[in-house]
């Protein structure tokens, strides 16, 4: 490896009198300087009047194209120098600072900077964009850079009741190189090319895959420009795309590629790794310039080039916030005159630290230093939380502890075990610090039996009174869990176990994961998660001694997920931390954790204030697990342990953000639940990721669920897919021509869920209903044997069951409750006709009938004699019965299964809900999917 250094001589001179915040610039503007292999030195020098003990210095420097801060050395007067943290990944141009410290400044005010690069090959170079020195009280510029850098963008850290919107324009002809215009190169040869007087950004791929990223950070964006493919080779690729996230092995984007063999567009929805839409057949010719731009707007996207629509969705299902990514694979492509317009994040300056690969955190005050529980280290902060080094200041603790650490009203330190035992069994324990941390005593036990106990990080606490509370959740499985609270009031040396809350002993419910939190009346709370949709809580008479048994819900809506509830004693407001979705939008009640977001009481718990979306992961329900909470006098920091990719597999990275408390104003009221990504729908299929006139083999082929709970769907044997029933060029239909094959949603395939399918039941108190857009010139003869199967979900003559189909030429539509009881609705208008049909099957639990709407007219009716539930353990399938009888010959366009009220869609088959010129039942998807409760 080759370090090549760079001396910054930064001489401060007698000038001008500083005032309470000033910024000092090089005298010589010999910015930027090209750290490469080739040593050379380099001198700025800065003039101030005198060096004032009373003043901090700061440096901040701006870096570009450096991917992590071990490639940054930095020396002041011989003395290295932690770099600035902020610089620790590559995102085009990296900011940070360094706090210049007495001992590093002589007697001759001179400051003499060495920044060294040991960066290995001979194109790792990097750039330094800015050096400049801020002088001031301590406080003043911590606000100062929060105020120019980390809230650059619209003040993003406080959301108001509407989101900042951030707009750029790159065009390349005063450019030399593309890395100075905040884009960061991911891989292969990208460079800024000239032709004539022209500048442009070329991908160029020949061997090689080629991409680049624009810094930015968006989930709704407008983004316009042109492109050349320049030279492309067979099966050639150039693409775009947006919500951009690399995660771990894993990437997760909306990418629109053009395929130059197949000449054109796929889109690709990276949340499901799967194409969902083709475009027409498009020639892009070579060495032509195309203007295009894309609109994304939550579920939805337009393309277009020169004007002309190519592919539009409203079916997305990554809509996280992510990058705008440019790649080529096998071509040259020129790129120019960008404009991008978001809802601009800027999460990077938003988050203040993520700590890479580490378990559950816990933040505490020491030494009027912030200390940070990470993983299995400990971090320091003493600049309220912008920069974090290592410290030893627990070391005699060890890195055992449960992360959960508090600092006792005493003045002590208490830290809390969990202890594993034997069978899945654990002790909880404690160790107190007189010291401040520099000692800790021997464990003293909490519960001197093992029992099925854990506590959560960031969950112990104490009251004004001195009284400690650790409360274990006891979870046997998902359904039943229970709380267990010991407390202790003699700083921990001894604890008391209170009664148990758990579905035996309080009226039903099941308690899980809480936290104790004195409310301003001096009365005590206990706050705790459950499969309710919906916070609990209990109250105590006696300080928390015993706790009622008499369960209250909270107005929160929440998964079953962990939360975290603060009280500030100086302000008598409680904060909470929490995962704000909706529960009953998915099939698991600890789902989907997708948007953490805060709020506050200032009446105890009588009312609360939304204050802002900590953050959104929207697309990815499994994304996170373990939040934790600190608050402080100015400033709040919420933590949450981030997963790998969209499934529930070990935590990997620890986010810590870092909110001022300052000028939250907050929202009037709380922002809509989010149901319109999966609401009462169960799935819905519109085939639009298979091709028109595709045919697919015996293997099979997964049907992507557009709108629902993510009941994929997979095909049997050899399939057709053709025209469908919209005029719009693209539509997809599955073509069923009565080989016996179809499509087929598997209980098994769900096992790792649950019985999942147990959603595809016909609950006797609630709605449910079935639609289809179809196509057929079969089944108008031929009774019971001759007739086929729409959607079913069957297992034979005398057992519960459902299933519609066409039988003689008309629909109808059977149910069976588990006592036996059936309904069969049968209609009168014969849809062998070889037209395109949109059918309801539907139970009305206002009438309390069963019935068919066709063409968005009543066809038929029964009572519902039902007494019992429809209830069984069988696939749910498109196309035929279970048992491979009841053939279905024709067109299948799109499906959908909800639980929702049918009535409310009545009005649908009158308006274009959609805007597409047709009413179908991409129209009855905005319905269903946006209706509430």
Same mark, same amino acid.
């Given at each position: 490896m080759i370090a090549c250094i760079y001396r910054v001589s930064i001489v401060l001179l007698l000038s001008s009198r500083l005032f309470s915040y000033t910024i000092l610039s090089p005298n010589q503007d010999k910015l930027p300087l090209e750290l490469t292999d080739q040593a050379q030195q380099e001198e700025l020098n800065f003039e101030i009047n005198s060096l004032d003990q009373n003043m901090n210095y700061m440096l901040v420097i701006e870096t570009v194209d450096i991917n992590n801060f071990d490639e940054l050395g930095l020396v002041i007067n011989g003395i290295t120098v932690t770099p600035p943290p902020e610089l620790f990944s590559a995102t085009g141009k990296q900011r940070g600072f360094v706090w210049i410290k007495d001992e590093l400044i002589t007697g001759n005010n001179e400051l003499q900077f060495t920044f060294s690069n040991s960066r290995n090959g001979s194109d790792k170079g990097f750039w330094l964009t800015k050096a400049e020195i801020w002088v001031g009280q301590k406080q003043a510029l911590i606000e100062k850079y929060d105020e120019k850098y980390n809230e650059l963008y619209g003040n993003r850290l406080v959301y108001r009741n509407e989101e900042p919107v951030f707009s750029e324009s790159y065009s390349f002809d005063n450019m030399l190189n593309f890395k100075d215009t905040g884009w960061q190169n991911i891989s292969g040869v990208n460079t800024v090319v000239s032709s004539g007087s022209n500048k442009y950004l070329q991908l160029y791929s020949i061997n090689n895959p080629s991409e680049v990223k624009i810094n930015c950070f968006s989930r709704d964006t407008v983004l316009e420009g042109r492109f050349n493919i320049l030279y492309s080779a067979p099966h050639s690729h150039f693409e775009i795309s947006l919500r951009h996230n690399i995660d771990s092995n894993h990437v997760y984007k909306v990418s629109l590629i053009y395929d130059t063999s197949e000449k054109r567009w796929e889109l690709i929805d990276g949340w499901l790794k799967e194409k969902l839409r083709n475009s027409s057949s498009l020639d892009i010719q070579s060495n032509k310039w195309y203007d295009f731009k894309v609109v994304i707007d939550k579920i939805n996207i337009l393309f277009y080039i020169d004007g002309s629509l190519v592919l539009e969705s409203k079916s997305l299902r990554n809509t996280n916030y992510g990058g705008i990514v440019f790649g080529a694979s096998g071509a040259i492509v020129n790129i120019d005159d960008l404009s991008y317009e978001g809802n601009d994040k800027h999460l990077k300056n938003y988050k203040m630290f993520c700590f890479e690969n580490s378990a559950m955190g816990d933040m505490n005050r020491v030494n009027n230093e912030l200390i940070l529980h990470v993983g299995s280290s400990y971090l320091s902060s003493d600049d309220e939380g912008l920069t974090w080094n290592g410290t030893d200041i627990f070391d005699s603790l060890g890195?055992?502890?449960?992360?959960?650490?508090?600092?006792?009203?005493?003045?002590?330190?208490l830290a809390m075990f969990n202890v594993k035992q034997p069978n899945n069994l654990r002790k909880l324990g404690v160790k107190i610090s007189n010291d401040e941390g520099s000692s800790w005593s021997d464990i003293i036990w909490v519960n001197q039996a093992p029992k099925k106990h854990k506590v959560m990080n960031s969950k112990i606490s104490q009251i004004s009174n001195g009284r400690i509370f650790i409360n274990p959740g006891t979870q046997y499985d998902e359904a039943v869990g229970g709380v267990t609270t010991y407390y202790s009031d003699d700083d921990g040396l001894t604890w008391t176990k209170s009664n148990v809350l758990d579905r035996s002993t309080t009226n039903g419910f099941n308690l899980q994961e809480a936290q104790v939190v004195e409310l301003n009346n001096g009365q005590v709370r206990l706050v705790a998660r459950s499969d309710m949709g919906r916070l609990l809580y209990a109250d105590s008479s006696d300080g928390g001694a015993t706790w009622s048994t008499d369960i209250n819900i909270m107005p929160i809506i929440s998964p079953m997920n962990a939360f975290n509830v603060r009280r500030d004693d100086n302000t008598n407001e409680i904060f909470l931390f929490w995962t704000y979705s909706d529960p009953d939008a998915w099939p698991h009640p600890a789902l989907p954790r997708e948007r953490l977001a805060l709020a506050k009481t200032e009446d105890d718990m009588e009312t609360w204030q939304y204050l802002m979306t900590v953050d959104d992961f929207q697309g990815l329900p499994w994304r996170f697990n373990d939040l934790g909470m600190y608050v402080d006098e100015s400033y709040i920091f919420p933590m949450v342990n981030l997963m790998i990719g969209d499934r529930w597999i070990r935590p990997k990275d620890l986010m810590v953000y870092r909110v001022p408390r300052e000028g939250i104003e907050g929202f009037e009221k709380f922002p809509p639940l989010r149901n319109n990504r999966y609401s009462k729908v169960l799935f819905m299929y519109d085939f639009e990721e298979f091709d028109l006139d595709q045919n697919i083999k015996a293997a099979p082929y997964k049907v992507n669920d557009k709108k629902g709970k993510g009941f994929h769907g997979r095909t049997e044997g050899e399939l057709g897919f053709a025209e469908g029933s919209s005029s719009s060029s693209g539509?997809?239909?599955?073509?069923?021509?009565?080989? =016996?094959?179809?499509? #087929?949603?598997? +209980?098994?395939?769900f096992d790792t869920r649950g019985t999942l399918l147990n959603y595809f039941n016909i609950e006797s108190e609630s709605p449910f209903f079935i639609s289809a857009v179809f196509r057929t010139n079969k089944h108008s003869s031929g009774g019971t044997d001759n007739s086929g199967a729409l959607v079913a979900r069957d297992v034979g003559p005398g057992e519960s069951s459902w299933w519609t189909r066409i039988r003689n030429g008309v629909l109808q539509f059977f149910v069976s409750d588990?006592?036996?009881?059936?309904?069969?609705?049968? =209609?009168?208008?014969? #849809?062998?006709? +070889?037209?395109?049909?949109e059918v309801v099957f539907a139970k009305d639990i206002a009438d309390y009938k069963f019935v068919i709407i066709l063409d968005g007219k009543l066809e038929a009716q029964q009572d519902n004699t039902l007494k019992s539930d429809v209830e069984l353990n069988a696939n749910v399938v498109i196309g035929h019965f279970n048992e491979d009888n009841r053939i279905f010959q024709g067109y299948i366009d799109e499906v959908l299964v909800s639980k929702a009220d049918y009535k409310n869609y009545i009005s649908l088959y009158s308006g274009d809900l959609n805007k597409d010129g047709i009413v179908d039942i991409r129209d009855l998807v905005i319905m269903a999917s946006n209706w509430g409760d």
């Open positions: 890195s055992k502890s449960s992360k959960n650490i508090l600092n006792l009203n005493s003045g002590r330190l539509s997809v239909a599955l073509h069923l021509n009565g080989n =016996g094959n179809g499509i #087929v949603i598997r +209980n098994h395939d588990t006592d036996g009881n059936t309904v069969k609705v049968e =209609g009168t208008t014969n #849809v062998s006709d +070889n037209k395109w049909h």
